[in-house]
């Protein structure tokens, strides 16, 4: 093995500028494909940030509430009790909040309106809110504006104030200190208002933050006329993510053992349920457990679509390649003839011949598709780290985020360098297997 190994790596030496092009063209494609992966992964990483901070925890306790089989309200009652029951059947648990949920139109001083959900919060219990939202400059949503951050999210502790997202903040044309009216319609049916000053202005968190806005629990209570026994949903955070499902499931069953109604499950966000609740003939509270993934099932078609642009992509130049390296190897083969007639003749079998050229396609891939995936991970770090800005909002809504971000997984990166080089070596069997069955005599004679 040791000598197949020294003549390979000697031929790939000998045959440099076809050795440099082949290893070009598949370092290429591999450098594509990891930095393809890197902005799926992003894409995943922005979806998991925005869904878990805006839209739901890890796993959700929400529900509805009919007071009439005619009408329905996104509300769990007893909300300490049902805090109490996961506290106590929840080994995974990291924490837990409560959000209050709502819907109405923002109307800004100058008479635009934006349609937006209403997240009623705690701020002074949200901690890990603050580390993740990130105030925004004020000369990103303000013409004129300065360079600087104004407002502070935790002035949400103050009565009547709300946390606007920068794309609201340009459809309102509004800033810090401005005041913006919400508009909408109680569980009774009547209409409600509330004025609320914007006291900060965060930075775009990809496609949901467009339709939600952050109030304190008491503007959802007054606006709603709710006690304050009442929430939305229980957001569940969980040491694991990976464990929503498994949490969620049992949840299902210590809810329904303790007397709780508990509907069916259904892999779809609270608000595509409303038709099909308020249809059923029933009254009271019914529990809706979800996890995150279900919360946000509707934007699961931008990953789906974008790594579906990526495997058609890569398997045509994955085509191209194969192509490529099967007509040089051939080439190589027949340059070669000599050569391999003479190895034949001082003794070397057939399988050794077609493992040497088996060999060297093997070396040039795992060569190239290494440094390929070096390459193609240092720059999607660069471009990570440097916080590239997207101005497009098509592009905002496909990448979930206002910048572009790319995340690296280590063992995606050692698939793609498997899987090429293994296709490298594949597109070296016939090859391989021709030139092992070339006779001596015959391709002495040839050469000649």
Request: a negative charge; one cysteine or more; glycine letters at 8%.
């Amino acid at each position: 093995m040791r000598v197949l190994l020294v003549i390979a790596i000697r031929n790939l030496v000998q045959a440099r500028r076809r050795t440099a092009l082949l290893s070009t063209a598949i370092g290429l494609v591999t450098m594509l494909l990891v930095l393809l992966m890197a902005m799926s992964a992003g894409i995943s990483d922005n979806l998991v940030k925005s869904a878990t901070l805006l839209s739901a925890g890890h796993v959700n306790v929400g529900g509805f509430f009919k007071p009439t089989s005619g009408s329905v309200a996104p509300l769990v009652t007893n909300v300490a009790e049902i805090r109490q029951i996961v506290q106590e059947n929840t080994p995974e648990l990291d924490y837990m909040i409560d959000r209050n949920r709502g819907w109405g139109k923002l109307i800004g001083p100058t008479g635009h309106t934006v349609q937006s959900g209403l997240s009623g919060v705690d701020i002074d219990t949200e901690s890990h809110m603050l580390e993740v939202i990130q105030p925004a400059f004020e000369d990103e949503y303000k013409p004129n504006g300065r360079h600087e951050i104004v407002g502070d999210p935790k002035r949400l502790s103050e009565p009547n104030t709300a946390l606007i997202f920068v794309g609201q903040a340009k459809r309102l044309e509004v800033g810090v200190g401005d005041t913006i009216t919400v508009q909408t319609e109680t569980l009774g049916g009547r209409s409600n208002t509330a004025d609320l000053t914007v006291v900060a202005v965060a930075r775009d968190i990809g496609l949901l933050s467009g339709f939600s806005i952050y109030v304190p629990k008491k503007v959802c209570y007054d606006l709603y006329q709710l006690s304050p026994d009442t929430t939305g949903a229980v957001w569940v955070y969980l040491k694991n993510i990976d464990d929503a499902d498994a949490v969620m499931k049992h949840l299902r069953e210590v809810f329904a053992q303790k007397g709780y109604r508990v509907m069916d499950h259904e892999a779809a966000p609270f608000w595509m349920k409303f038709e099909g609740v308020q249809g059923e003939d029933w009254v009271g509270q019914k529990l809706d457990l979800t996890t995150w993934s279900d919360e946000v099932s509707f934007l699961m078609w931008v990953i789906t679509a974008f790594d579906t642009v990526t495997f058609a992509l890569v398997a045509v130049l994955l085509v191209i390649i194969v192509v490529g390296i099967t007509n040089t190897m051939w080439n190589t083969v027949r340059e070669r003839t000599r050569e391999v007639g003479t190895m034949r003749a001082i003794g070397m079998r057939r399988q050794m011949v077609g493992a040497l050229f088996m060999t060297e396609a093997t070396l040039l891939g795992l060569f190239a598709t290494t440094t390929g995936a070096f390459l193609g991970s240092v720059l999607a770090k660069g471009i990570d780290l440097a916080g590239i800005g997207v101005p497009v909002d098509a592009m905002k809504m496909i990448l979930l985020s206002d910048s572009i971000h790319m995340s690296v997984h280590p063992l995606s990166v050692l698939g793609a360098i498997v899987v090429l080089t293994g296709v490298t070596a594949l597109a070296a069997v016939w090859p391989a297997i021709r030139a092992s069955l070339l006779q001596p005599v015959k391709a002495l004679a040839h050469a000649e």
